[in-house]
Antibody
Framework: QVQLQESGPGLVKTSETLSLTCTVS????????WSWLRKPPGKGLEWIGT???????NYNPSLRSRVSMSVDTSNDQFSLKMTSVTAADTAVYYC??????????????????WGQGTLVTVSS | DIRVTQSPSSLSASVGDRVTITCRAS??????LSWYQHKPGKAPQLLIY???TLQTGVPSRFSGIGSGTDFSLTISSLQPEDFAIYFC?????????FGQGTKVDIK
């Protein structure tokens, strides 16, 4: 069974860059889609973006100008970078694996496996 | 963006109760909806995908129904381990968006 574990600094200064890594175990990172999501305190979950193991990405338009993702298949890890952070970026950040099913010719995706999440606080 | 309105935001129930949580999308999303359970400090768990398909290993007391804009998750007989937060996700269109969550606690 696949397991995901987020890691990175728990405190980031305002205007600096947030960097997180997700380590995948129990399965090969290749040929799959991986995502980052976050939950700010008191708010709902937000999808940040998705990366395919070969490097193709899709980002939430609300964050696209500040976000980048990458994959390191040799170490079964994928990463998130978010620049110019503010207090509004304080959140629990989750990594997840996408799953999907074909239904009447359409591919319906869902988040099949998640990490436990890591709290990132942005403060000056 | 597609807005997903989940209700109720919280509910209190007893072991053995039947519990239903709903999600309404701001436009039709066919059956591109999934349900998750989240316990504090743990990884969220997929319960239902494609609106009504039970994820492998999830107890059969969980069920999902709906299509278009209206969806529901039902727990037929609440068990002690079911007290948690439940949320839905629409994956019809990017950006994928979530319901606000429903906290199910003990009455």
């Amino acid at each position: 069974q696949v397991q995901l574990q987020e890691s990175g600094p728990g405190l980031v200064k305002t205007s600096e860059t947030l960097s997180l890594t997700c380590t995948v175990s129990g399965d090969f990172i290749g040929d799959q889609y991986w995502s980052w999501l976050r939950k700010p305190p008191g708010k709902g979950l937000e999808w940040i973006g998705t990366i395919y193991s070969s490097g193709g990405t899709n980002y939430n338009p609300s964050l696209r100008s500040r976000v980048s993702m990458s994959v390191d298949t040799s170490n079964d890890q994928f990463s998130l970078k978010m620049t110019s952070v503010t207090a509004a970026d304080t959140a629990v950040y989750y990594c997840a694996r996408l799953g999907g099913v074909y239904d009447s010719g359409s591919y319906i995706i869902h988040f099949e496996s998640w990490g436990q999440g890591t709290l990132v606080t942005v403060s000056s | 963006d597609i807005r997903v309105t989940q209700s109720p935001s919280s509910l209190s129930a007893s072991v053995g109760d039947r519990v239903t949580i709903t999600c309404r999308a701001s436009q039709s999303i066919s059956d591109y909806l999934s349900w998750y359970q989240h316990k504090p400090g743990k990884a969220p768990q997929l319960l239902i995908y494609a609106a009504s398909t039970l994820q492998t290993g999830v107890p059969s007391r969980f069920s999902g129904i709906g299509s278009g804009t209206d969806f529901s998750l039902t727990i037929s007989s609440l068990q002690p381990e079911d007290f948690a937060i439940y949320f839905c996700l629409q994956s019809f269109t990017m950006p994928y968006t979530f319901g606000q969550g429903t906290k199910v606690d003990i009455k």
